[in-house]
């Protein structure tokens, strides 16, 4: 009878420690599958209608993400969006945290593709900073290469009718070097070595 329950209880513990096991791995699987493919550091390609924007993608852990967004401005001219491609919108904000008009989604769809959407507030009576024409409400793809070096936006404006009326497409190249830092001087010295000269 003794060795019985010892069996039942080792039993019992095994399976509780299986069961854990599982949870766990589960949790890393999906994890794994939700990790935004564009972390890293990415310089707009310069052509004669690009602005040369500079944007990181930094990890923030937990599955959170912040996108600095044209960090290579003056600070007061930078913004930046802390989102999960959850498929939720998140604020894209100033350099001073303050929520702008404008908000921006994304979802996962595989290792090298993500959908976005973007969406201005409609609130007449909102009074916070308000973004450009830049911005414009709409949906899209970013499509990373299967190297992981180059980025590729295409957004697209519909009207009412599903026409569309407005498309945007910007391409980006990954920069290996990381000159992402909170040390402004650095940054700038490695960013503008690194950069590459217009076409």
Not at 61 to 86: E, K, W
Not at 93 to 98: F, W
Request: overall charge positive; aromatic content about 10%; glycine content about 8%.
């Amino acid at each position: 009878m003794r060795q019985a329950k010892v069996r039942y209880n080792l039993l019992k513990k095994t399976n509780g420690i299986v069961l854990m096991l599982a949870v766990f791995l589960l949790t890393a699987s999906v994890n794994a599958q939700q990790r935004d493919p564009r972390i890293g550091e990415w310089r707009e390609d310069r052509t004669a209608n690009s602005v040369g924007l500079y944007n990181v993608f930094e990890d923030l852990g937990n599955g959170m993400i912040r996108v600095h967004i044209a960090h290579n401005l003056s600070s007061q001219n930078r913004l930046y969006l802390d989102y999960r491609c959850d498929g939720n919108f998140y604020p894209i904000r100033n350099y001073q945290g303050v929520a702008t008009d404008f908000s921006e989604s994304c979802t996962i769809v595989d290792a090298n593709t993500v959908t976005i959407k973007g969406e201005r507030k409609k609130d007449a009576g909102f009074t916070g900073p308000k973004l450009d024409q830049y911005w414009f409400d709409g949906e899209g793809t970013g499509t990373i290469s299967s190297d992981g070096n180059h980025y590729r936006t295409v957004m697209q404006q519909k009207d009412g009718d599903g026409k569309v009326i407005r498309t945007s497409e910007r391409t980006y190249t990954r920069n290996a070097e990381r000159c992402f830092s909170s040390d402004e001087q650095k940054f700038r010295e490695c960013q503008q070595r690194t950069s590459r000269p217009r076409n």
